[in-house]
Each structure stands twice: as C-alpha cells, then as structure tokens.
C-alpha cells in the first residue's frame, strides 16, 4: 500500500509541541466515550467503558498476570510461522531469479497458491499437525508466504540494463553482480514483502488459534467476548495490536540498519563508521 | 532467456517453444498427480490426511451434481463478500477522502491508523459477534471492516499524493477547485484506489471464511469445517479448490473491472475509450 502520511520528519522539539493537541484530543474521545456509556447512550455490552478496558488490562497484565503465557505463545507462533515462510519464499524466489526454467516451474503453483485464501486452509492445517503450536505456525507460514516470494522476486528481476552493463564492463562476476548489484537493489522491495508477510503471520497465528488451540490470544479473545466480558476482549484484542506493533517495528529496525543507504541520516551513520573502521584498520 | 534462444536456434521438433513448455509443464503436473495416487494407494501417504487426486474428483462431482449442496453455500458465502465488500469499500472510500482532503484531520487521525494497521483486523470477530448476535448481520460486520482499511489507506494517499508540479501548473493556470479535483485528483488517484479495492476483495474472502469458523451454521468455510472434522478429507480439498476457482475469478473479475474504470492506466484502455470519443466527436461535428 501506498504512503498516505508523506511529510518531512520534524525536528523534536516541535513534535513535542505538536504532541499536546494530539494528546488532549485522544483524552476528550475517551472522555466523551465514557460519559456516553455512563449515561446509558452507547451500550456497554456492544462497546465498554474505556475505565473498564483500562481495569481489564491492569488485571491481565499485571494482577493476574493471565495473559503473559499466551502472549508469548502467539508471538512465538507468529515469529517461527513467518521465519519458515520466509525461508521458503525467499529461496525459491531467489532460485526463480537466477534461472529461467526454474522460474516457470515454480510461479503457477505459487499463483494457485496465492488465489486461494490461505486461511481456507485452516481446519486441514489443524488437522494435519495438531492441536497446538504447529499448526498455528504452519498457517501462518502458508499465508506469509506469497507476499514476501513476489516482492522478493521482482526485486531480484528488475531490470537495471545500465549498472548490470557497467559491473560487466568492469568484469564483475556472476556471484559479484548477484551480491552487489541485484541483492542490494531487491533489499527495499523484500523488506516492504517481509513486513507485510509478518502482519499476515500474525493473522494467520490468530486465526488458528481462533478455531481450535489450548493457548494464545485467539483463545483468550475467543473465552472472554463468549462470556461477554467485553473490557476482557478488548484489553486483549489491544494486546495483539501490541504484538503487532513489536513485530512492525522490529521489522522497521531491521529494515532501517539493512537498507541504510535509503534515508539519508542512517547513510551519513553508516559511513562515519566505516571511515572509523578504516582508518583503524590501516592504522591513521 | 538464453534458454529460449537457444531452442529458438534448434528447432528439433516440429512444435513451437510455447507448445513444448505447456506439454513439458502439464507432464509435470500429471506425474505429481499420480505420484500423489500411487503414495496414497500403497500408503505411503495417509489417505487420512493426503485423500487421493481421484477421490478428491469423485466428492467435486459429488458435492456439485449428485449432491449439489455446495451451491447453497456457495450463494451464501458469496452474498455476504459482496455485502460486506460493497459496505466497507464505500465506507473506506468516503472517509479517505473526507481525511485526504482535509489536512487537519489527517494529523489527528495519524496515530490511530497506524495503531489499526498493526492490530490484526480479523481478530475483531469474536468481538463483533458477541456484540452483534449469531447471524448475517455480525458476518457481514466482520467483513467489512477487513474490507474498510485498504481502499481507506489507498484513498487517502491517492488524494494526498498529488504531483506538486502538476498542481502549481494547474493553479497557475487557474483551474477551479472543481477541475483540480476532476482533472488532476481523480485520474490519479482511481487507479491506486482501485487497487485498494483489490486487496480488499481478496481480504472479503478470507473474512467471511474466518467469520463462517467461528459462527458454524452455513457458508462454505463452515463445509469445510465439518468436511474435515468428519475427516472428509477429500471433499474438504474439493471445497478448497472451489476457493481457488472463485480466488481465481475474483481476481480476473477486478483486473477487467480495473481497466475498465481506470482505462487510461492501461494501453488498449486507452485505445479502447479513445475510439469511442473520436466516434462521438465525428458524429458532434457532423450534425
């Protein structure tokens, strides 16, 4: 998806300034929120009041400390899903890439794969490998993957006629012009298909979880919104945005010290520390 | 690349590269096929969970002749796609523009999206049916709200994404709010909303699949479901397949929708609509 917030990053201190309004607004709708419900306006079994999402989250969190098993069971299922799926994707993407037959081999089954809504798959996938932490793992590997083979391929494909002319010319060699031509100018590609594969092995996680698992979130959400404890759910839903939010921004770190060369404060970084590393190892 | 040259060079056989490659790739198919009978006939793979390819055409023809009550939920599942993606692609649409056109909105409303984008969209169901009741109603909610987000974000940045240049020549040349928007805006905003729209049918589908696992009473993620807890392997593999074939069709039906609606993105669109102005222009200047 396109990038819908394009601005210059502000300096920090007048994001500071900038961060008050945001703040009394998001207090004013939380406010308003829990007067409506108070009053009877909204109900609070369709949407509770925020006090009680607040006390919901306290209790999980931190009285009882129920949530933190499955919290990790999820992140765990999320994580090891998606490192599988990338592992595939990322090598038959980069096999596709370097020949031509192969390539045509691989892609129509990778396009039925893409077509049919993975999560179709998930009764069989429960089936196959169980009740517990595998099959969330497997689903989540299953949807992961496609995103992350097609935004790694064409990375590996575009065509750069010019630089690949100029690295011939040189006499650069086959393996040289894969690891210092291709690879470097697929990495931005393959990171924007890594992070939207990780969300979608949350998605994946959750959703097996949803229909037969003894731990993680899905469970939880599941238990707490079919007792009708609705603080509960929420408080548990916002602690998936939680996982979300960790696995987005360690994906974006990760992104951001791999592609440095795309912004420019991370490149000047870059090269300050390889100037230092130079100058230590020639010894100046 | 080199591979096609060189059978270019050497035409063994009589038959184009084109016609050998489909041979070559259908054999392939065909052996994986069989290979696939012939470990599930000796057991080396358990029928339990690998159903053979034969058994899996035997419970098609089933499920869609003998039987036919896949249709039933077929119609069903589809209504509630269309339902809820007709519903929460409007809604997306109308509030990226509302937020797209609106630059103090967009700062305040920043935050939340991006909380949103990270929060599962799916994981919302239990929720949404608890707070909705069994029925179509909680179904399509569900839905719609996965279909909501990706035309919402493409919207806004198909609207906020305008080339400065253009809009300096445009206003330069004092173009009305109105021609901006018509002449400017628009043309290239449709096509990344459109493919917003995409993504959000594909997501439709997946959504009433999640919504069908939680609320088991009709639909075809249902069938599935209790295909496979009889252990009806294969006629839970037909049901899969069906889901490929509509995946499949769904993602024809918005590319043909695509170069319809944003025909000047795509050559023979452009032809196409060219054509029919140049008649109608000829036939103005006729009469």
């Given at each position: 998806?396109?990038?819908?917030?394009?601005?210059?990053?502000?300096?920090?201190?007048?994001?500071?300034?900038?961060?008050?309004?945001?703040?009394?607004?998001f207090?004013?709708?939380?406010?308003?929120?829990e007067?409506?419900?108070?009053?009877?306006?909204?109900t609070?079994?369709?949407?509770?009041?925020?006090?009680?999402?607040?006390?919901?989250?306290?209790?999980?969190?931190?009285?009882?400390?129920?949530i933190?098993?499955?919290?990790?069971?999820?992140?765990?299922?999320?994580?090891?899903?998606?490192?599988?799926?990338?592992?595939?994707?990322?090598?038959?993407?980069?096999?596709?890439?370097?020949?031509?037959?192969f390539?045509?081999y691989?892609?129509?089954?990778?396009?039925?794969?893409?077509v049919?809504?993975?999560?179709?798959?998930?009764p069989?996938?429960?089936?196959?490998?169980?009740?517990?932490?595998?099959?969330?793992?497997?689903?989540?590997?299953?949807?992961?993957?496609?995103?992350?083979?097609?935004?790694?391929?064409?990375g590996?494909?575009?065509?750069?006629g010019?630089?690949?002319?100029?690295f011939?010319?040189?006499?650069?060699s086959?393996?040289?012009i894969?690891?210092?031509?291709?690879?470097?100018?697929?990495?931005?590609?393959?990171?924007?298909g890594l992070?939207?594969?990780?969300?979608?092995?949350?998605?994946?996680?959750?959703?097996?979880?949803?229909?037969?698992?003894?731990?993680?979130?899905?469970?939880?959400?599941?238990?707490f919104?079919?007792?009708?404890?609705?603080?509960?759910?929420?408080?548990?839903?916002?602690?998936?945005?939680?996982?979300?939010?960790?696995l987005?921004y360690?994906?974006?770190?990760?992104?951001?010290?791999?592609?440095f060369?795309?912004?420019?404060?991370?490149?000047?970084?870059?090269?300050?520390?390889?100037?230092?590393?130079?100058?230590?190892r020639t010894?100046? | 690349?080199?591979?096609?040259?060189?059978?270019?060079?050497?035409?063994?056989?009589?038959?184009?590269?084109?016609?050998?490659r489909?041979?070559?790739?259908?054999g392939?198919?065909?052996?994986?096929?069989l290979?696939?009978?012939?470990?599930?006939?000796?057991?080396?793979?358990?029928p339990?969970?690998?159903?053979?390819?034969?058994?899996i055409?035997?419970?098609?023809?089933?499920?869609?002749?003998?039987?036919?009550?896949?249709?039933?939920?077929?119609?069903?599942?589809?209504?509630?796609?269309?339902?809820?993606?007709?519903?929460?692609?409007?809604?997306?649409?109308?509030?990226?523009?509302?937020v797209?056109f609106?630059?103090?909105?967009?700062?305040?409303?920043?935050?939340?999206?991006?909380?949103?984008?990270?929060?599962?969209?799916?994981?919302?169901?239990?929720l949404?049916?608890a707070?909705?009741?069994?029925?179509?109603?909680?179904?399509?909610?569900?839905?719609?709200?996965?279909?909501?987000?990706?035309?919402?974000?493409?919207?806004?940045?198909?609207?906020v994404?305008?080339?400065?240049?253009?809009?300096e020549l445009f206003?330069s040349?004092g173009?009305?709010?109105?021609?901006?928007?018509?002449?400017?805006?628009?043309?290239?905003?449709?096509?990344?909303?459109?493919?917003?729209?995409?993504?959000?049918?594909?997501?439709?589908?997946?959504?009433?699949?999640?919504?069908?696992?939680?609320?088991?009473?009709?639909?075809?993620?249902s069938?599935?479901?209790?295909?496979?807890?009889?252990?009806n392997?294969?006629?839970a593999?037909?049901c899969?397949?069906?889901?490929t074939?509509?995946?499949?069709?769904?993602?024809?039906?918005?590319?043909?929708?695509?170069?319809?609606i944003?025909?000047?993105?795509?050559?023979d669109?452009?032809?196409?609509?060219?054509?029919?102005?140049?008649?109608?222009?000829?036939?103005?200047?006729?009469?």
């Open positions: 998806m396109a990038d819908p917030f394009p601005e210059v990053r502000p300096n920090r201190l007048w994001g500071l300034s900038r961060l008050v309004p945001h703040l009394a607004l207090a004013a709708i939380i406010a308003l929120w007067v409506s419900v108070r009053a009877g306006l909204i609070s079994i369709m949407i509770p009041r925020p006090s009680a999402i607040g006390a919901a989250i306290v209790d999980l969190y931190f009285v009882t400390g129920t933190w098993p499955h919290f990790f069971v999820t992140l765990t299922e999320a994580v090891v899903g998606f490192l599988i799926g990338a592992g595939i994707a990322i090598a038959l993407a980069v096999g596709s890439s370097l020949s031509d037959p390539k045509r691989v892609t129509p089954y990778a396009i039925v794969l893409n049919t809504p993975g999560i179709a798959l998930t069989i996938i429960i089936a196959w490998f169980g009740f517990g932490m595998g099959s969330k793992m497997a689903l989540a590997a299953v949807i992961s993957f496609f995103p992350i083979f097609v935004n790694t391929l064409t590996l494909t575009q065509p750069d010019e630089r690949e002319e100029l011939r010319s040189l006499g650069a086959h393996v040289q894969f690891w210092k031509l291709r690879v470097p100018s697929a990495l931005p590609l393959m990171f924007a992070k939207i594969g990780l969300t979608t092995a949350l998605i994946g996680a959750v959703v097996a979880e949803f229909a037969q698992a003894t731990h993680g979130v899905g469970v939880l959400m599941n238990r919104s079919f007792q009708l404890n609705m603080g509960a759910s929420i408080a548990t839903l916002l602690s998936m945005t939680l996982i979300g939010l960790i987005f360690t994906m974006e770190f990760l992104d951001d010290r791999t592609v060369w795309r912004r420019e404060e991370r490149r000047a970084a870059a090269s300050r520390a390889r100037a230092r590393a130079w100058k230590r010894g100046k | 690349m080199a591979a096609t040259a060189i059978s270019r060079g050497m035409p063994r056989s009589g038959m184009s590269t084109g016609m050998r489909i041979l070559t790739h259908g392939i198919f065909v052996a994986l096929i290979a696939w009978e012939v470990g599930a006939r000796t057991g080396f793979l358990d339990l969970f690998f159903p053979k390819p034969s058994a055409l035997a419970s098609f023809w089933r499920i869609y002749f003998v039987q036919g009550n896949i249709w039933y939920h077929l119609y069903v599942s589809l209504g509630l796609v269309f339902a809820g993606f007709a519903a929460g692609s409007i809604l997306g649409i109308a509030l990226g523009s509302l797209g609106n630059s103090l909105v967009r700062r305040f409303i920043k935050p939340y999206v991006i909380v949103l984008e990270a929060t599962p969209r799916i994981a919302v169901a239990p949404l049916i707070a909705l009741g069994f029925g179509a109603q909680s179904k399509i909610a569900i839905i719609m709200l996965v279909c909501f987000f990706a035309p919402f974000i493409n919207t806004l940045s198909g609207v994404n305008v080339n400065e240049e253009k809009l206003k040349l173009a009305s709010k109105m021609q901006i928007l018509r002449k400017l805006v628009l043309p290239e905003a449709v096509p990344v909303i459109m493919a917003g729209e995409r993504l959000a049918l594909t997501a439709a589908l997946s959504g009433v699949l999640v919504a069908e696992f939680i609320q088991r009473d009709q639909g075809i993620g069938l599935i479901l209790v295909y496979t807890r009889n252990l392997m294969a006629s593999f037909a899969i397949f069906t889901l074939i509509v995946g499949f069709l769904i993602f024809k039906g918005m590319e043909i929708l695509d170069r319809r944003a025909f000047w993105n795509h050559e669109g452009m032809a196409r609509v060219g054509a029919l102005r140049k008649g109608r222009w000829a036939k103005q200047a006729e009469a």
